[in-house]
């Protein structure tokens, strides 16, 4: 199983996104002030990739974090994969001409099949789509409420036109150190037959050795993020388990 350390990028910090009750989302606090040595921290851990996420583009039109970006890809030599804002093709590629091996697509997965189609073709191996999920409906930007779309329908769309994989996360759950929701996951991935990345809710050990025993189902990888800050999961204890 792979395992994906996240940096959510806001204002040239990592800073990851919590979520309220009510379902608004809200700036969580700044967990590493420099998020190229963090990056940089996760490469020299021994993770296999790294999964960054530009929420300053995914919630505004504009981004302060591309030369903070820039300079993460210039440090590390190990893939990775960026989320957050990319809405067309120009952006798509000069990501993937700065050097980064996996461009996410998220709401444009939704609102623009074509993009989809027409990246996966011109970057194969090289696009993958996030669906944040609310009770099996795709969430809306800011997680406030959902669209009339399935999760599963978006996913077999966006596995027809041709995207490399899926990364998958239930707002119910995603940023709460809830417990994940593993039935739900396994279902979603068994559907599929390109490969699943699970995200949200892992917050032990027991929840990536639970995830890590149904890889059959097509759970292919698994993003930490909150928890690695905290203390919750250790890298070194989550790498071994990861590749035992």
């Not at 919630?59 to 804002?85: D, H, K, M, T």
Request: with cysteine; hydrophobic share 45%; aromatic share 6%.
């Amino acid at each position: 199983m792979i395992l994906y350390p996240a940096l959510h990028i806001r204002n040239q910090a990592v800073s990851p996104l919590t979520r309220r009750s009510s379902g608004k989302t809200r700036q969580g606090e700044i967990v590493h002030p420099d998020p190229v040595e963090q990056a940089a921290a996760f490469e020299a851990a021994g993770f296999p990739w790294l999964h960054v996420v530009d929420l300053d583009a995914a919630f505004s039109e504009s981004s302060v974090n591309a030369p903070c970006i820039e300079a993460i890809l210039q440090r590390i030599r190990i893939p990775l994969q960026l989320s957050g804002g990319i809405h067309d093709m120009r952006a798509i590629e000069t990501w993937v001409e700065k050097g980064a091996q996996c461009i996410v697509l998220t709401s444009a997965a939704q609102q623009n099949p074509a993009l989809v189609r027409e990246a996966a073709a011109r970057f194969p191996g090289k696009i993958a789509v996030k669906i944040d999920s609310i009770g099996g409906y795709v969430a809306r930007t800011g997680w406030a409420n959902t669209s009339s779309l399935k999760a599963l329908d978006l996913a077999l769309r966006v596995e027809e036109a041709g995207v490399t994989k899926v990364i998958y996360a239930d707002i119910n759950l995603d940023g709460a150190l809830s417990e994940i929701d593993l039935e739900a996951m396994i279902d979603f991935a068994f559907a599929l037959t390109i490969p699943v990345i699970a995200s949200g809710g892992v917050h032990s050990l027991h929840d990536l050795t639970e995830m890590k025993s149904h890889s059959a189902a097509g759970i292919e990888g698994l993003i930490l993020g909150r928890a690695l800050y905290n203390g919750s999961i250790d890298a070194q204890e989550a790498l071994a388990l990861a590749a035992s």
